[in-house]
């Protein structure tokens, strides 16, 4: 198949989850045009059956903002006619659900028939989703989509909770590709870290509020007082500067390392003894699983999806949000109890391994052919 892929070319988890499902269709023969204003983030190398599309939105004195989803509507209707695509998948509702709506109607008049694969990644419906401002045409978008896809059982809940959708929603989980995250020993890179050999714990996001990254802080610091251990904090965004304010108020900024946006998570988090995932809202959980894939318990909030991937007292622990004491409680449990410890990442792995690409990229493979069926039903 053809396959345009619409997405945020961001370290997020949509854009993530859209890259690599990309890779993973090229590799099983499929040609795949990405379509987004840049390259996405992990997109590193070439490939034979990947194209890189990018979109252009001009500005003009007339506008205040410049019209970016009617340029990338746009350029979905020029990649679609020139490239002879089969389908166009969209991931995330607003915008590129609406645009993809209108490149279809647009295509329609041209006797052009493409069928719209939507998938939704949690804030598009959680945070987005819920604006007066904006719920209306994400509802209509979902509702004009040929088969919409939801990354976990909690969000597909929510969205028809949330909205009067017409059809059913297709839960697809999130994966990791194996051959990637799989747990590297480097005995060099953790000296460096911990050189006397205190415990690491990490997290990673794009440190916005909903991530609650200062309750991770708030985590470490009490297990600080209890056992020797450091923090690596993986990622970048808005609430960066006042992390690391907090870092320096409570005297452990020497023990609390900011890493930046790294490529190379899986590096990082295979030196890594717990993950801390604090978050307020996680439709899924992709950091997560990542931490689990390369045999790190995870120490978490109890929301949305994240206990459909950390297992509460199997693969790490669940807390309410904000309970940094009990998820602090909870990680040393792990940490002063070695057998227990080596049990749970056992756990995590073979829970990550029901997360493969090789289950989940199928998956998807059906939904294009229901799509496509669908698509002829309506011409």
Known sequence: ????????????????????????????????????YKRP??????????????????????????????ALASRMVDIAIHENLDLLHVHYAIPHAAAAYMAKSILKKKNIYIPVVTTLHGTDISL????????????????????????????????????????????????????????????????????????????TSNFRKIKRVDDAIRVFEEIYRKVPCKLLLIGDGPERPSLEALSRQIGLHKEIIFLGK?????????????????????????????????????????????????????????????????MAKNALSLLQDPEKFEKF?????????????EIIVPQYERVYEKALKTQLAHQ
């Not at 198949?1 to 090229?26: D, F, H, N, R, W």
């Not at 894939?293 to 120490?299: G, H, M, T």
């Not at 990442?345 to 997360?355: H, I, P, V, Y």
């Open 128 to 203: 987005v989703g819920l604006d007066s401002a904006y719920a209306p045409v994400v509802e209509f978008s979902i509702n004009e989509s040929d088969v919409v896809t939801s990354v976990s059982q909690s969000l597909k809940e929510q969205t028809m909770g949330y909205f009067d959708t017409i059809g059913d929603i297709d839960v697809i989980y999130n994966f990791i590709d194996h051959s990637k995250f799989t747990r590297k020993e480097d005995k060099e890179f953790k000296q460096s870290i911990a050189p006397n050999g205190e415990f690491i714990l990490s997290h």
């Open 262 to 326: 790294q490529d190379a998570v899986e590096r990082i988090l295979s030196i890594s003894d717990l993950f801390i995932l604090p978050s307020e809202l996680e439709s899924f959980g992709l950091s997560a699983l990542e931490a689990m894939a390369v045999e790190v318990p995870v120490i978490s909030s109890n929301i949305g999806g994240i206990p459909e991937v950390n297992i509460h007292g199997e693969t790490g622990f669940l807390s309410e949000v904000g309970d940094f004491k009990d």
């Open 345 to 357: 990442k056992k756990n995590a792995l073979a829970k990550a391994n029901t997360f493969t690409k």
């Open 41 to 70: 983030a992990r997109l590193f190398e070439f490939h034979k059956n990947i194209y890189f599309h990018e979109v252009n939105s001009s500005e003009y004195p007339l506008f205040e903002y410049a019209p970016y989803e009617t």
């Open 1 to 36: 198949m053809k396959i345009g892929i619409v997405c945020y070319p961001t370290y997020g988890g949509s854009g993530v989850l859209a890259t690599e499902l990309g890779i993973a269709l090229a590799n099983r023969g499929h040609q795949i045009h990405f379509i987004t």
